[in-house]
């Protein structure tokens, strides 16, 4: 699988985050930092369910706590987490009952 973008030397050089500003600002778009870019794209992966190992090795992470800001971002590691109360019985708990509350001073 190739680029979504085109290799230039300038991104191999590190300068990603100048050619992203210049490129929006001469087409009219907003600027955005090549960094908020990079987590959008991580988030919205596995927000999808792509692994976090696959993400990280695409995005260039090298360690998994800095992967896991990500992973927080997105929910997935408290994806599921309270399904177990979809099945809870309420065992004779009343609904709730809404009750109005006047002041002293209304009639």
């Known amino acids: 699988m190739g680029f979504v973008l085109p ?9 990603q985050a ?11 778009l907003p ?26 090795s695409m995005g260039g992470w090298s360690d998994m706590k800095t992967m ?8 997935i590691d408290i994806k599921g987490s309270t399904s177990v109360l979809d099945d809870m019985q309420t065992h004779g708990v009343r609904e709730a009952e ?4 006047r002041s002293g001073n209304e009639c």
């Open 7 to 15: 290799r230039i030397y300038r991104w191999d050089q590190g300068e």
């Open 18 to 28: 100048r050619v992203l500003r210049l490129f929006l600002k001469s087409v009219g």
């Open 68 to 75: 896991m800001i990500y992973m927080r971002k997105a929910g």
């Open 31 to 56: 600027e955005i930092r090549f960094h908020d870019l990079r987590a959008s794209w991580a988030t919205l992966l596995l927000s999808r369910g792509v692994a976090p190992s696959k993400v990280m």
């Open 98 to 101: 809404v009750y109005e509350i």
